[in-house]
Structures are given as structure tokens and as C-alpha cells.
């Protein structure tokens, strides 16, 4: 009896492309967060696909699987940042203003303390990092620019969503960039001498600025439906 000249092989089952899928999507996962922590610890200048996937605890053939070059993992490193550090302001803000009651002066300064615990995270170290480098890097620039103006869109729209009672006054967007200036210097003041103690008194006028304005647009908004 003639034998065939190829085996059939058995297809893989519903449930090992599911496993398949998740562990390619861990993998995945594990080379951005090692990343992300190369790029805090060493620099964008230092870090190599070599080292990201050292730390990830993934072969080379792992890496380059998933990532065939070193442009190629940064950009996918930039996108992650840019979803999860809107994910994280999100979480952050979430609970402070809601519309069933008032928005207090104590309110505000809740919000001032997480806008500093924000640009303290992790995410926020990294991207910053990449920030710096793409000032002198224009494949890097090309690459973040339109990331970044997303980013600006996104990032303001999210303020109104989780700042209810701020949304429809006009104060809203320069109040949104002062917090975000300010807080973006402090974070990259860091080798200034006492900077916690500093940072806590910036975050105490800050706060009552914030509470003027928002009383005074407020006020004024009342008064413009009123008439």
C-alpha cells in the first residue's frame, strides 16, 4: 500500500490560539514595561533592544519577534505610554468632582496633590524622557509629534469629563494649563534641594489660585445665564 508523502498535521484547538494570543500578548507586554524601565534607569541614549530584553526576561528571538528593530519598539513603547497615562490620570480624577455636589476649596486641593502624584509616576518619567531625547533626535520628533498633539486633544478633553463642574466655564483650559506647566516644571526640578517640602508649598497657592478662579468663572457664568 502506497503511504501518503505528507502527514497530516493536527490543527491547534480553539483553546491553544487562545493561550497562544494571551502569552504572545504577556510577552508583549513584558518587553514595553522593560522598556519603559530602561528608559527611566538608563536613558534613551543607553537603552538597546539587547538590554530591553534582558530585563524582560525574553530571548533575542523573542524581541525580535515582536519587535525587529529598535525603532520599532519604541514606537510601540510611545503608544502604550500615551493610552496608559491617560488610564492613569483618569483613575486619579475620577472621584474628586462629581456633579451631585459642590466642588470645593478642599476638593481643588485634592486635585493639585494628585496632579503631582501624576507627573511623579513612572509613565510620566519615561515619557519625558523620550521628550527630551526628541529634541535633538528628528526620527524620534517625527515619530512623537503627532503622538504628542493627540496626547494635548485627548488629555483636555479627559479634564472636562472628570471636572464637571469646570467644563463649560471658559477658565477651564488655561487653569488646566497652569496645573500642567507647573507641575511638569516641578517634576523636572529634580535635583533642586528640599524639593518635597518646596513642592507642598507651590501646591498650597496653587490650590488657592485655582479656588479664586474657579469662583470668580463661576460667578461669572451664573450671572451671563441670569441676564
Known amino acids: 500500500m502506497a503511504q501518503t508523502s505528507s502527514k497530516s498535521r493536527k490543527k491547534p484547538t480553539r483553546r491553544e490560539d487562545g493561550w497562544q494570543a494571551e502569552k504572545s500578548a504577556m510577552t508583549r ?60 490620570y483618569r483613575e486619579l480624577m475620577s472621584d474628586i468632582d462629581t456633579p451631585e455636589r459642590q466642588l470645593t476649596q478642599e476638593d481643588i486641593r485634592n486635585s493639585v496633590e494628585k496632579a503631582w502624584s501624576y507627573v511623579n509616576m513612572p509613565s510620566f518619567i ?43 466655564l471658559p477658565a477651564l483650559e488655561p487653569a488646566h494649563d497652569l496645573v500642567q506647566f507647573l507641575m511638569k516644571g516641578m517634576a523636572l526640578s529634580h535635583m533642586s534641594s528640599r524639593r518635597n517640602a518646596r513642592a507642598q508649598k507651590v501646591m498650597d497657592y496653587l490650590a488657592h489660585i485655582l479656588t479664586e478662579i474657579y469662583e470668580e468663572a463661576n460667578l461669572a457664568d451664573t450671572s451671563q445665564k441670569a441676564s
Open 29 to 88: 507586554r513584558a518587553i514595553l514595561d522593560a522598556a519603559v524601565n530602561c528608559f527611566i534607569e538608563l536613558g534613551y541614549a543607553n537603552t538597546t533592544t539587547a538590554l530591553i530584553a534582558n530585563h524582560a526576561g525574553v530571548s533575542r528571538g523573542a524581541m525580535m519577534h515582536h519587535f525587529p528593530s529598535r525603532m520599532s519598539v519604541i514606537k510601540a513603547v510611545i503608544q502604550h505610554l500615551h493610552e496608559l497615562r491617560l488610564d492613569e
Open 126 to 168: 519615561a515619557y519625558q524622557e523620550l521628550l527630551g531625547a526628541s529634541r535633538t533626535d528628528p526620527e524620534l520628533r517625527s515619530v512623537m509629534t503627532p503622538v504628542e498633539k493627540d496626547f494635548e486633544k485627548q488629555f483636555l478633553s479627559l479634564a472636562k469629563a472628570v471636572f464637571p463642574h469646570w467644563q463649560t
